[in-house]
């Protein structure tokens, strides 16, 4: 089985930053794609940003959502099976909870996907 921890999530203050990480453990062979996803209060939950594998795909390469383009940038620690998501000029818009996912090949299930728990960010006006 796989387990994902998240951390960093919080308070800030509208312009602010925060780092969340999100890091994965357990019977892993290889991890896929890793995303960072949201949901807000009353809304659904959307990708925020995600990022391939260059052991998949031969090239890494990212994609966000176009509310948080030139704001918030995706990487990875393939060493550390940890995925990152550093948020800058936070707005109140972007309070929600975030889940972070990852898609991993374990060595007795193969392909499946994995989330995890789910980190508070706040951003107040």
């Known amino acids: 089985q796989v387990t994902l921890v998240e951390s960093g999530g919080g308070l800030v203050q509208a312009g602010g930053s925060l780092r969340l990480s999100c890091a994965a453990s357990?019977?892993?062979?290889?991890?896929?794609?890793m995303a960072w996803h949201r949901q807000a209060p009353g809304k659904q939950r959307e990708v925020v940003a995600a990022?391939?594998?260059?052991?998949?795909?031969?090239?890494?390469?990212?994609n966000y959502a176009d509310s948080v383009k030139g704001r918030f940038t995706i990487s990875r620690d393939n060493a550390k099976n940890t995925v990152y998501l550093q948020m800058n000029s936070l707005k109140p818009e972007d309070t929600g909870i975030y889940y972070c996912?990852?898609?991993?090949?374990?060595?007795?299930?193969?392909?499946?996907?994995?989330w995890g728990q789910g980190t508070q960010v706040t951003v107040s006006s």
């Open positions: 990022i391939t594998s260059r052991a998949i795909t031969s090239s890494e390469s990212t």
């Open positions: 996912y990852v898609n991993v090949r374990t060595i007795l299930t193969g392909w499946n996907d994995f």
């Open positions: 357990g019977s892993i062979d290889r991890i896929g794609v």
